[in-house]
């Protein structure tokens, strides 16, 4: 549900959009030619229908010579996620190395936008239209964070059930496996390994798990259940669960074999 704060501060960043962009003599047609996106994306922006994408803000900001709308979008990008889940956040920003393990789904921060559509359709019984594309836009502008100057290191470990389940069906299967390489091969700092679904039983089944390390602080944990999220701090608990990845970590092909895994599952859904 949209708090008050947060609709508040979306409608801030609307108005001040359309200040910005009447007083620069501009139609709405005029906006989404020049930033190279639609007339009815600025007409959502504007009325607060929808929430902002950082590089939008960024070339309006450009365009106008403030940068007012980035603060603004910063603003909105934390406080339309859930309170439970703002926390993690912030040391996700902080951290200097994720590693991540997931076993049924490609993990947030590099799901494409049909990926992310087709899994959101299904999260919550009330969740339609606008709440979806929304929750789109939020998951997406979380992947700022690999695209900023200073870039932490994701270490993905995935099971090969991620790869072979049809979400969203083959077209968007096969474009969420050729973005996972892409990223691979194209991001120094990103790198995603696989476990072989002919391992069979193995730690990683007892569910997903996200442990960032810091340049001056201990390990944290961040564990995710469909209706919260809890961070682990507990330096026994830390370790335990450091551990398991490590387990997980060492049933999984090297790169390059997981690589080859990824493109043979895109054969599968070509």
């Avoid at 994306?41 to 309006?60: G, Q, W």
């Avoid at 996972?180 to 997903?208: F, T």
Wanted: hydrophobic fraction near 40%; glycine fraction near 6%.
């Amino acid at each position: 549900m949209t708090t008050p704060r947060e609709s508040g501060i979306r409608a801030y960043y609307g108005s001040e959009l359309r200040r910005l962009r009447v007083s620069a003599g501009m139609t709405q047609d005029a906006l989404g030619e020049r930033t190279a996106y639609s007339a009815a994306y600025v007409s959502h922006v504007e009325t607060a229908k929808r929430i902002p994408s950082l590089k939008f803000s960024e070339k309006c900001d450009e365009m106008f010579g403030t940068d007012t709308l980035v603060r603004l979008w910063s603003l909105i990008s934390k406080e339309s996620y859930p309170v439970w889940f703002r926390p993690w956040l912030d040391m996700e920003q902080e951290a200097h190395t994720l590693r991540s393990f997931q076993s049924v789904t490609v993990p947030g921060l590099l799901q494409t936008p049909e990926y992310a559509r087709a899994l959101l359709v299904w999260a919550g019984d009330d969740w339609h239209g606008d709440k979806v594309e929304e929750l789109v836009a939020q998951r997406i502008n979380r992947q700022e964070l690999l695209r900023r100057e200073r870039v932490p290191r994701l270490l993905v470990v995935l099971d090969e059930l991620a790869l072979l389940r049809p979400i969203g069906g083959a077209g968007v299967m096969r474009e969420q496996l050729e973005h996972l390489v892409s990223m691979v091969e194209n991001h120094p700092r990103v790198s995603v390994q696989v476990v072989p679904i002919d391992v069979g039983a193995h730690p990683g089944l007892e569910g997903p798990m996200v442990i960032a390390s810091f340049r001056n602080s201990p390990d944290i944990v961040y564990l995710e259940s469909p209706m919260r999220g809890e961070i682990i701090t507990d330096a026994d608990e830390v370790l335990s669960l450091t551990g398991r990845f490590d387990a997980i970590r060492l049933l999984a092909l090297p790169q390059r074999a997981s690589l080859e895994r990824i493109r043979k599952a895109i054969e599968r859904w070509t």
